[in-house]
Structures are given as C-alpha cells and as structure tokens.
C-alpha cells in the first residue's frame, strides 16, 4: 500500500483542477465542457458510531465520491488513514476518471475513504468499521454503479466484509461489487502486483521506444508497500539494479546494489528498511536526490516540487504514488529532459486488472495470471504509445498529454450523451 498524501485535501484538489486546466488547453475544451469536469457528479459524507473492543462506541467519518460515470461504472479505492478529508477525495476521485480513460477502459472515476488510524484497531474494530460503513453507502455501489478497490490502508480482507456486507444486503453473493478481493471469493489472479508490474512495464516501453538498455541501469525507490515493493522486485528481475528504497520511516543506500528479498524480510523482522546490513541510512527527502538512472516515488503526495527537481539526477521517474510531483515541478523536469511516466498511466496497472477482475466476476470467467499479465501489458503499451505520441506533437510533457487523452475521451462521451432532460 501507499503511504498517506504529505499535503492537505485542498492542496491535492488545487492540483488536480490545475492540471486539468492545463490539458483543457491541448485539446481546446470548451468552457461549458470544462465547467462539467471540474465538478464531482455526486458526493456522499456519513457519520457512523462503531462499538469498539473497550466496549465503548466511536462516531467515524467516511467519504464516497463520484466524479464521473459518463464512460461507466465509477471506479476507485477505498483508504483508511486520519487526515482524510473531502477535498483529498474529490481530487482522487477525478484523477480515477482520468486513469480509467487514459488506459481506455470502461469505468468512471470514484474514491472513498474512513478518517480513522488503522494502526491503532483491531481486526475486529477494522471489520465492524468496514460493514458499517459499507451500510452506510451501499446505495451508491453496485457492479453496475460503483465498484471500490483496495488503497491505502486496506486490502483483500478488507473487500471481503464489504462484499459480504453488501451481498447480504441484497440477499445473494455479487462478487462483482469490488475488486482487489482474496482469489477464493473471485479476485484475480495478478490483482495484488497489478500497480508495481505497471509502473514496471511502462518503463520498459519507455525504454523500447527511446532505445535505451535498462539492463545494469540503477534505480531508487520511494515507498516499499504493495507498489514500491512489488516495482522493486521486478525491476530487479529485469536486471535494474536497485540502489534505494525507502518506507515511513526512512531510507536506505548502497551503489552496490540492495538485495530485495532479503530487505523484505529485514522490513518484516524489524518494522523498518532502515539498519538493513550493507547500507547506509538515509531519509526520504534524501533519497529523492540519490544518483541513479530511474526514480520510481511509490509513496507520498507532493515529494518531488519545485524545490528539489533541479537537484533530482534520475533520467526516467515513474509515479507509483498518485499526485507525486506538482505542476511546478514537472515543467522544470521537463526543461531538464527528464522523462516523465506520470501516476495516471505508470500506476494504471491496478485498476487495469481490476477491470479484468470485473469481467471475469460478470460472466464467470477465471484467467490465468499468464493471461492477466499478456493483457495488462498490451494495454500498457499502446497506452504508453499514445501518451507519448500525443506529447511529442504537442510539444508538452507526459502528464499533461495523458490528462489530455484522458479528458477528451471523457469530454467526448459527454458531448455523444448529451443533457437530458
């Protein structure tokens, strides 16, 4: 999982509106279609008391929000964490409408979230959480309406209650109301690794098209959960070495490279990367401007600004974390010719998979993982393809011509649809 945004919600909204202003001009979207996009379509904010171990209730806050449906069912993660808020949401919400679009998959864009610390409860406080919030906004998902996945802070157990919540809601088994769920109650095979083999094959194709060897290439890694790590063991298995990574609570270096699995394990015994033998220790902000090839932020919102990315060395970055780099930020990377694989497309790989989970869910399919993998790849490719196209032509950065192709393709569905009444 990904660590928790390092700004507030409003921080995180100003930025999503920004850069889509700043596709709106590459596409030359009207102002009418523009005002539609700016806005989430619906909101939902519920107070829940939930009985904790002690005996005692405690009222939680939660979030469901959906930005857009016009291509689709609304997609998105539910997170747990304590800060939270509406303002966070709405922005995750809208750049899961854009994510959806880019890879051109047929899902609307939605996010939720639980203000609690999930560090501080019990399995069982987390699972009363869950159902009761689940009641709370069962009205708004459905496999046809809103389909949420885990983010940070949940997981497969975690779509299990809300399944069997809802399912019971309904008097019968709807696998199909979330994804990213254990393989026993129709998940699928590849889900787990979906998001770091993503930003592994974007980068790679990155490499095909510029012509560029990746093999003895040197990467750090910011963020070690389901998409940091998962991105690390792969690209290692690729033959990039890996020369730091971080978590929470701290980094660590060495030119020789780092052994991933025994890091892993080192992380597991010890609750920390850090102190792992043969390195050094540094910190989060420090690891950003480490030397090396690629640099693959799978952590926090907001590291890379324009404070640090003259100093940052890396030739490729690829964004496992959502909203890693600010816009000013990716104009100056930009004018240093630093390629960009931006969150929308690098970490597309998550919801990419999880719209095969969906399918195979309506109609009683199980893909191998073999399969799984074939296709993430080949939408991942033509993905990269466009967006890279698209910012060559334009003369923009990758973001900016990912945002771009992912609007216009909501911004089309809009017009095709039109206003009714």
Same mark, same amino acid.
């Given at each position: 999982m990904t660590e928790k945004a390092s700004s507030g919600g409003k921080g995180h909204l100003e930025m999503a509106q920004k850069q889509l202003l700043q596709a709106a001009r590459v596409i030359d979207l009207g102002d009418d279609l523009l005002g539609v996009l700016l806005q989430t379509k619906r909101e939902l904010t519920v107070h829940f008391p939930v009985k904790m171990d002690d005996g005692n209730f405690k009222v939680f806050t939660g979030y469901r929000i959906q930005h857009n449906v016009t291509r689709g069912p609304?997609?998105?993660?539910?997170?747990?964490?304590?800060?939270?808020?509406?303002?966070?949401?709405?922005?995750?919400?809208?750049?899961?409408?854009?994510?959806?679009? !880019? !890879?051109?998959?047929?899902?609307?864009?939605?996010?939720?979230?639980?203000?609690?610390?999930?560090?501080?409860?019990?399995?069982?406080?987390?699972?009363?959480?869950?159902?009761?919030?689940?009641?709370?906004?069962?009205?708004?998902?459905?496999?046809?309406?809103?389909i949420p996945a885990p983010d940070v802070y949940t997981n497969a157990q975690t779509m299990a209650w809300i399944m069997d919540t809802y399912s019971i809601l309904k008097g019968y088994t709807v696998t199909g109301v979330v994804t990213g769920k254990p393989i026993e109650l129709g998940g699928s095979l590849g889900r787990i690794e979906a998001t770091g083999r993503g930003c592994m094959l974007t980068l790679i194709r990155a490499a095909q098209v510029l012509g560029k060897d990746l093999a003895g290439t040197t990467c750090v890694v910011q963020g070690f959960g389901n998409v940091g790590g998962v991105a690390a063991k792969l690209m290692r298995e690729i033959g990039i070495k890996i020369v730091g990574v971080s978590d929470s609570t701290g980094g660590v270096y060495s030119s020789k490279g780092l052994d991933?699995?025994?890091?892993?394990?080192?992380?597991?015994?010890?609750?920390?990367?850090?102190?792992?033998?043969?390195?050094?220790?540094?910190?989060?902000?420090?690891?950003?401007?480490?030397?090396?090839?690629?640099?693959?932020?799978?952590?926090?919102?907001?590291?890379?600004t324009k404070e640090n990315a003259p100093r940052i060395k890396a030739e490729f970055i690829v964004e496992g974390a959502n909203g890693p780099t600010t816009p000013e930020a990716d104009d100056i990377l930009y004018d240093r010719n630093v390629l960009m694989i931006p969150d929308i497309l690098a970490n597309a790989g998550g919801v990419t998979v999880s719209y095969f989970e969906w399918v195979q869910n309506l109609q009683e399919l199980i893909w191998s993982e073999e399969e799984v993998n074939q296709k993430l790849e080949h939408i991942l490719f033509r993905s990269f393809d466009e967006v890279y196209r698209l910012s060559q032509e334009n003369?923009?950065?990758?973001r900016t011509a990912a945002l771009a192709i992912g609007v216009h393709r909501v911004a089309q569905a809009t017009k095709l649809r039109g206003i009714y009444p």
């Open positions: 609304a997609k998105g993660g539910i997170r747990y964490h304590p800060d939270v808020d509406l303002d966070e949401v709405r922005a995750l919400a809208m750049w899961m409408t854009w994510k959806s679009a !880019v !890879v051109n998959i047929p899902f609307g864009g939605a996010k939720g979230g639980v203000q609690c610390d999930p560090k501080r409860m019990s399995l069982d406080e987390l699972e009363r959480l869950t159902r009761r919030y689940t009641w709370e906004i069962a009205f708004m998902l459905g496999p046809d309406r809103d991933i699995t025994a890091l892993m394990m080192h992380k597991c015994d010890t609750g920390s990367v850090q102190n792992f033998p043969g390195s050094d220790d540094v910190t989060n902000e420090e690891l950003l401007e480490l030397p090396c090839d690629i640099l693959c932020p799978s952590a926090l919102s907001g590291v890379i003369k923009v950065h990758m």
